[in-house]
């Protein structure tokens, strides 16, 4: 499945983001900040990887579905779409 760069910009732009969240908790456990900010930045960042991964399935049975790419079948999709569950 071969995504189009203009719909993955946005998802590359939430990769990055989420990125700098995790260095922040990174940061966070080392200088030994509170728990409560701690798991609450941790949470953005499962939370911002959750939906970049929902965003690239969502492109790729737009895929499927309107360009009938044949490269992935429904069961390909699906077992990707449960893997984000």
């Known amino acids: 499945m071969d995504l189009d760069s203009a719909e993955l910009t946005p998802v590359i732009n939430r ?3 989420a ?3 995790l260095a922040a ?3 966070m456990l080392e200088e030994g900040r509170d728990c409560k900010a701690t798991v609450t930045q ?3 960042v499962s939370k911002a990887l959750d939906r970049a991964g929902f965003a690239i ?3 790729g049975l737009e895929q ?3 360009r009938k790419d044949s490269s992935m ?3 390909d999709l699906e077992k ?3 893997s984000l569950a």
């Open 15 to 17: 990769l990055k983001r």
């Open 42 to 44: 941790l949470a953005a």
């Open 57 to 59: 399935i969502a492109s």
């Open 19 to 21: 990125q700098g969240q």
């Open 25 to 27: 908790v990174i940061r």
């Open 80 to 82: 990707l779409f449960l």
């Open 64 to 66: 499927c579905a309107v």
């Open 73 to 75: 079948d429904t069961k």
